[in-house]
């Protein structure tokens, strides 16, 4: 039996789902049960983003909604972890002079403030706050990374796996090396030995998390090291990795991704704009140059390698002719998906000092027409892929009937096909598109697809 019921949600990036799944682990270790229903609930829990200001202000308006139904339920308690824990600390407790309406609602309510480095301590602030005191944990680490700690994740297909934490970065827009701290990774062994286990549990698709993933290192093992390890752990478990940083990505990774037909040909490279003065400013440390002759060489060496990015319209000082430069180097690049955001000044950072000049209309506007033109490129490309075979991890049935199957590539593209009793989830199978939109692939079922099979062939 456990103890009290936690709820948890969780905003923002993949290592906050990640980080979710490690909180989970710790508090069940120490008893406490999950529950899906926040009615049920001893405690709740936000874990929380602070990338851009409406991440935050999302988190006040529903921390407003917990308000109500701590007044019917006054032993509840609700606590804040991640990065706003990081990020405004007491201040989340305590009143704070600044805040929309729900930020006032919601900073009177907060029992537990837990940062993203103090999860280990978590049953102790818990305990803190069900003596009616306040818990508080905000100290960043220089070595924490829960390498032994199993996260609790529900069966399924598609798992999360954390293998380095923090960012040394310090791009001048971005609060997260505030927030999560200095890089340090986990050790090789144990994360291969936790992809060992999520492929004997019937996970197919694993994908390796970090800020700054492609910086990881243990000793003498680099990320590439990492990525032929995980991906000989087994030929039908699919290996991704998100977010890498240009400066980090290595020929060797590249030669790596070429080498394993199980490391997805895919990788996820944010530019975040196109002009070298704006890059400089950024604090980015490459070119567009640089960075070209990078996607270049990938598709030189990845045979089929497709790439997705992170754009920001309206940095300070953007001008017209740097917004024409973003949008000609995504002309350029073809990507095959973007995200895409309007700046949003972060306090603390090094560009919170200079003025956030493009006025709001100005960057919604150029947010629009980078929308817009990433639409048309994604549009493109997947009609280009009409007639073309492609091999689908299927996942389920779509979300919108199950007459029909849902599954990806491993470009990561979402293909539709119609169901049949013969194909469940998890198998891969060959499949012909036959129809396009700019956001999903539509096709139908050729053969079933074996990796390992497939593999002994090519080797
Ligand atoms: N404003 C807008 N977008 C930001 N990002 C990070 N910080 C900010 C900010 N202050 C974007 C970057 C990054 C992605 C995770 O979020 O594009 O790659
Ligand atoms: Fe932020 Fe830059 Fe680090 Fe990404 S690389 S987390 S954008 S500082």
Known sequence: ??????????????????????????????????TKQADEADVILLNTCSIRDNAEQRIYGRLGNFKTLKNIKPGLIVGVLGCMAERLRKDLIEDLPTGSQSGQAGKKIVDLVVGPDEYRRLPEFLDTAFNGEKGIGVKLSRTETYDDIIPFR??????????????????????VPFTRGRERSRSLSSVVEE???????????????????NSYVDGQNDFADLLAACAQVSRKTRIRFTTSHPQDLSDKLLYTIAAHPNIC????????????????????TYTVEH????????????????????????FPTETDEDHAMTLDLMKRVRYDGAYMFKYSPREGTKAYKMKDDVVDEVKTKRLQEIIELQHQI????????????EVILVEGFSR???????????????????????????????VKINRATSGTLFGDFQEFYDPEEQLALTA
């Open 195 to 213: 992809v060992k286990q999520l492929s004997e549990r019937g996970f197919r698709e694993v994908t390796l998390l970090g800020q700054n993933v």
């Open 378 to 389: 994604s549009y493109e490309i997947n009609q280009s892929l009409i007639g073309k075979e």
């Open 265 to 284: 040909n895919y990788i996820h490279l944010p530019v975040q704009s196109g002009s070298n003065r704006i890059l400089e400013l950024m604090n980015r």
């Open 400 to 430: 919108k009937s199950d007459q029909f199957l849902s599954g990806r590539t491993d470009t990561n593209k979402v293909v539709i096909i119609p169901a049949e009793g013969k194909i469940k989830e998890g198998n891969y199978v060959k």
């Open 1 to 34: 039996m456990g103890k009290s019921n936690i709820y948890i949600e969780t905003y923002g990036c993949q290592m906050n789902l990640a980080d979710t799944e490690l909180v989970l682990g710790i508090l069940k270790k120490h008893g406490y049960d999950v």
């Open 291 to 314: 960075y070209l002759s990078l996607i270049d060489k990938a598709k030189r060496i990845i045979s089929g390698v497709s790439f997705s990015t992170d754009i920001i319209s309206g």
């Open 154 to 175: 529900e069966d399924g297909l598609q798992a999360w796996l954390s293998v380095m934490r923090g960012c040394d970065k310090f791009c001048t827009f971005c609060v």
